[in-house]
């Protein structure tokens, strides 16, 4: 549903920069002009048995879903398995943006749907966690 779509959204709001692109997003636009970017990484875990079907999903993306994702900004997007667990990672100019802009979105709320049976979660539409960013070199 909608609102359970946007609770999902919003969870995912703990992005992973570096301190230099914190402080340009703080302090306004980076020297060079150029908008600092996000690294979201996020972590969720698969119910036992339910790899091939998230796999098949992914395989047969609805090419509606893909032009969203990209209108919302996110660029660079993979999803890494490993067992049950996923791994995704993508980068945004601004999650937050981004978040309330798929919330808003018929299209997103109907895939996180599909995809709740799969995860293994407590809130089907919350399943993935934000990591920690630890180390990073561009």
Known sequence: DQAGCSAF??????PCMSATHQR???DGPA???LKPTQRIVRWARLKPGAEDEYRKWH????PELEALILRA?????????RGRDLFSCFEVENW?????FLAQQPIAARWQKQMAPL???AEPMSPWEPLEEIFRLD
Do not use: F, P, V
């Open 119 to 121: 995860m293994d979660a």
């Open 96 to 100: 937050h943006a981004a978040a309330e």
């Open 24 to 26: 340009a997003i703080t």
């Open 59 to 62: 395989r047969e993306l609805w």
């Open 9 to 14: 959204l919003q969870s995912q709001t703990s």
């Open 31 to 33: 020297a060079n002009g």
């Open 73 to 81: 900004g996110i660029r660079n997007y993979s999803i890494h398995i």
